[in-house]
């Protein structure tokens, strides 16, 4: 089966600009999640996604982030505006009930 | 809340030796365990997963791990690493299958 797809993989912006994530999960997976991974640390959950429903989004800064699930498929994060400290690699997975997650190959933000 | 702590932060083995990673958790009653590995570029891959039952868990590419309540640990070993072996390896704790917090990650370099 296709993997969890990610794009772009590399992004590189000025600060203050907007960029936008784009995840598309493994077919059927109902379950999806965005992650963010800072340099040297494991991932830490930004939002968990039930079908089209947003079910834990405690961890995501609101005032500058958002994310949209569409049909219950396809995922967008955003961030607008871009600060330097949101340079890190923005993880898409997702999931099968009791069967773990399963990771996409991240796409990483550089913010200059 | 649960916490997950990986005392190693880089580990260099040679090729053919055991490796064994340490990972020790923090959480109210039995969690579900999960260690992942991380390749340069890639996403996070499932190596194996401990949720009940036989408390020596196997996984992919010849990884085993005990989970021993006693010492709220879930090391992961190898007994004998191949070239390929080299990545970053994370362990992760949850509530249960899908809300995980991970620990910092190890890095392992094998040398020839």
């Known amino acids: 089966e296709a993997g969890v797809v990610q794009s772009p993989r590399y992004k590189i912006i000025e600060k203050k600009q907007p960029v936008a994530f784009w995840c598309n999960p493994i077919?059927?997976?109902?379950?999806l999640y965005w992650y963010l991974q800072n340099l040297g640390q494991g991932p830490e959950l930004l939002i968990r996604y039930e079908n089209e429903e947003a079910v834990d989004d405690s961890q995501l800064p609101k005032d500058r982030f958002s994310a949209e699930r569409l049909k219950g498929v396809d995922s967008t994060l955003k961030i607008q505006p871009a600060e330097l400290g949101d340079s890190a690699v923005y993880l898409c997975?997702?999931?099968?009930?009791?069967?773990?997650?399963?990771f996409g190959p991240g796409t990483r933000l550089t913010v200059l | 809340a649960q916490s997950v702590t990986q005392p190693d932060i880089h580990i260099t083995v040679s090729e053919g030796a055991s490796l064994e990673l340490r990972c020790n958790y923090s959480?109210?009653?039995?969690?579900?365990l999960f260690w992942y590995v991380q390749s340069p570029g890639q996403g996070l891959q499932l190596l194996l997963k401990y949720f009940s039952g036989d408390t020596l868990v196997q996984g992919i590419k010849g990884f085993e791990a005990e989970f021993k309540r006693s010492q709220s640990s879930f090391n992961l070993r190898k007994p004998s690493v191949h070239w390929s072996d080299a990545a970053e390896y994370f362990c992760a704790v949850g509530v249960n299958d899908y809300k995980l917090s991970f620990g910092a990650g190890t890095t392992v370099t094998v040398r020839a």
């Open positions: 077919s059927g997976h109902n379950t």
């Open positions: 959480y109210g009653a039995t969690p579900y």
């Open positions: 997975a997702s999931s099968l009930e009791g069967r773990g997650l399963t």
